[in-house]
Nanobody, 120 residues
Framework: QVQLVESGGGLVQAGDSLTLSCAFS????????MGWFRQAPGKNRELVARINSSGSSTYYVDSVKGRFTISRDNAKNTVYLQMKSLKPEDTAVYYC?????????????WGQGTQVTVSS
């Protein structure tokens, strides 16, 4: 059974930094793609960043390129999202997601989310 638990959210000011963590419990973390999504009030959930199973390939939505970094530690079953130069428009609930083992094209397991609020 897969469980994802996010942590690290909070209230910060514009320009600050924050690092989110997602602890994975279950099997075969090292074979799964991982992603960070976010959902702001009244908006659809969007993919913010994703990383392949080995950590060798990443993707970012244009709005966070150069500011956010996704990484993973397969020895610790943890994925991170380092966020710098935060903007009020980054305010959202951030969700961690995991793919099926060896099937990176879709995310099927979700955490409960952590709130990030950026004040201007």
């Amino acid at each position: 059974q897969v469980q994802l638990v996010e942590s690290g959210g909070g209230l910060v000011q514009a320009g600050d930094s924050l690092t989110l963590s997602c602890a994975f419990s279950g099997r075969t973390f090292e074979t799964r793609a991982m992603g960070w999504f976010r959902q702001a009030p009244g908006k659809n959930r969007e993919l913010v960043a994703r990383i392949n199973s080995s950590g060798s390939s990443t993707y970012y939505v244009d709005s966070v390129k150069g500011r956010f970094t996704i990484s993973r530690d397969n020895a610790k079953n943890t994925v991170y999202l380092q966020m710098k130069s935060l903007k009020p428009e980054d305010t959202a609930v951030y969700y961690c997601a995991a793919s099926f083992p060896g099937v990176p094209s879709s995310f099927n397991y979700w955490g409960q989310g952590t709130q990030v609020t950026v004040s201007s």
